[in-house]
């Protein structure tokens, strides 16, 4: 069965409105073209991913979404393009490139699998994290067989009791002598079971995100084991599993960062992360635009094409403003997260929140468009909408992400009130008088880092 749409727009990637295209010496530039305003070295790169997302990930999409198959050689050419650890330092095999450069990387390769790409984004995140926040040895030890990909890694944050309330995880890790005894268990973990690296939080000292440890656990430690694997609606190119602790036995030179680091660690690995799922919504989104201009083109209804119809005329543009739009809150947060501005978790925050909501929401039309064929797995937008769905789940729920905005306003009375775990009772509290939760609320509310809580916790209880 041929599949339609995504052998043809692999084909199509670079010959088509919207993108840059070249005719001879003629280049073509669309209002919606991903390399405007880009450096040539960076449109460079950008080239090199969207060629191979055309020829090595759009024409088996398909294949590993039904089948769902995990391609570990291709990630592992993509590796070789320096896609394994865009962001890790090159001493230790990684690429050392931007955040900017990142999220330009992983829109491109979304266009031919958004599944696969998202993957290759929570690789590199943990790459990073123990790039950053690793011993040299560690450093030395891990980072340059995850950069070539040889070995993959997992991130293991969400816990069956806890999600968006990240900082009340339980899974333990007790002291004894050189190691730490890790019992508990990790729900959601994408590549668990297949990975080799696992980059675990777990809790060294008492309740809430100062208790929290980090630490890297190689897979064939005894004690480690597996759920199922899950059957989800998208991302079917990547397994899911529980990852489970059975007194495993992890050295304490498998620690990232200080103890009582781990939540820290974990946020600001989520920060980069946040850009990286929302770029790989921008390259679904469009990819989807691409598909719907052309069936639009081809399809006809009434004796001419549905390109004629002004009404979709207006809802293509409406889909091409709203990808502009959350292309440029992208890459602001990710130019902002690279020159550690003050506000880049914020802008982080607010352009995945806005990025994998609208970008869904043109997937989705995409799909509308396409009336009853876009119902059809035949069609390849059906799976981009399927596959970007969870974006708007993952790297904190939209609404936790939301409570992240109100803390450099200004305002303390509204830090709380998006909470969707703690906000109760703070809006009958008196103006003037925080509620009885505001503390804990500060404490472990998912989306706030600690080094944002201490001064508005004390601003706060000023009142």
Known sequence: MAWRGCGRLGARLWRSPGWPQ????????SCVDPSTGLTEEQKEFQKVAFD????????????????????VETMRKAAQLGFGGIYVKPDVGGSGLSRLDTSIIFEALSTGCASTTAYLSIHNMCAWMIDTFGSEELRHKFC???????????YCLTEPGSGSDAASLITSAKRKGD??????????ISGGGDTDVYVVMCRTGGSGPKGISCLVLEKGTPG???GKKERKVGWNSQPTRAVIFEDCAVPVANRLGAEGQGFNIAMKGLNGGRIN???CS?????????LAQEHLTIRKQFGEPLASNQ???FRLAEMATLLVAARLMVRNAAQALQEEREDAIALCAMAKLFATDECFTICNQALQMHGGYGYLKDYAVQQFMRDIRVHQILEALKRCSSSTFPQQSGDSRVLPALCVHHFQGWNDAPHGSPSPVAKDCTEICFARECEFFIPLSKKVSAQ
């Open 22 to 29: 070249v005719w001879g010496r003629r280049r073509i530039v």
């Open 52 to 71: 191979f997302a055309a020829k090595e990930m759009a024409p088996h999409m398909v294949e590993w979404d039904e089948k769902e198959i995990f391609p």
């Open 144 to 154: 340059p067989s995850l950069c070539s990909m040889e070995k993959l890694a997992s």
């Open 179 to 188: 190691t730490y005894i890790l019992n508990g268990s990790k729900a959601f």
């Open 224 to 226: 480690l084991s597996f």
């Open 277 to 279: 799922i929302a770029s």
């Open 282 to 290: 921008l390259g679904a989104a469009h990819a989807s635009v691409l």
């Open 311 to 313: 009404y979709l005329q």
